[in-house]
């Protein structure tokens, strides 16, 4: 990421050469707006589709467990983004589900039909979604121009009226509603499948 620097003009100042704090304001928007166009990710392709945001920035949160004290800031739960793919490595698929769920590997194998389902690499993350492990979302699948990642989507986490998620960068979390993300992803070319995932914990696995 290119840091975003900001010349203080004249005009900012007074007659001291001191900028005042609520010009604060608006170099932070102009600095998040710099930021979503590094991520190919433009303000004109948000409000093309309509789709309103929190976003809190924050220390990494590479982990669950930091996400967690995320959420209490955002008032919302933050989902679990996996990566994952098949023994030969030839079909992707991105897996959303409950931040508090854990998961088991057969359950999800068994009901997309695929045998021996575990973590894609790093390398393919960054080629197909262009972040990095701890900082994929269903955001990033703005990046997978053919179509590479399948995304799959635990019916349990449509249970909340919204969805978080990292955008690309894990020392950013957006918040927004269900709909607009679902909305979001059929616009960039990514239909989900939807699976029901046992609950561990509710069968003695966890």
Known sequence: MIPYRHRVNYYETDK???THHANYIHWMEEARIAFLDQLGWPYDKLEE?????????????????????????LGGKICKNLFLCNRQQTEFYLLMMPGDKPFK????????????????????????LHTIPGSVS?????FDAQGKVQLVIDRPLLADDTISGHPG?????????????????????HSPIYVDLPDPRETGEA
């Not at 589709?49 to 220390?59: A, E, K, W």
């Open 16 to 18: 001291m050469g001191v």
């Open 49 to 73: 589709l309509s789709i309103p945001f929190t976003r809190v920035d924050h220390d990494h949160a590479d982990t669950m467990e930091d996400c967690l004290r995320i959420e209490s800031v």
């Open 105 to 128: 590997t057969k359950y999800l194998s068994a009901q997309l039909g695929c045998s021996r389902l575990s973590f894609a690499d790093a390398g393919h993350m960054e080629e197909y």
């Open 138 to 142: 269903a955001l990033e699948l703005l």
């Open 169 to 189: 960068i894990s020392t950013s979390t957006l918040r927004m509603r269900r709909e607009d993300l679902l909305n979001y992803v059929e616009a960039v070319g």
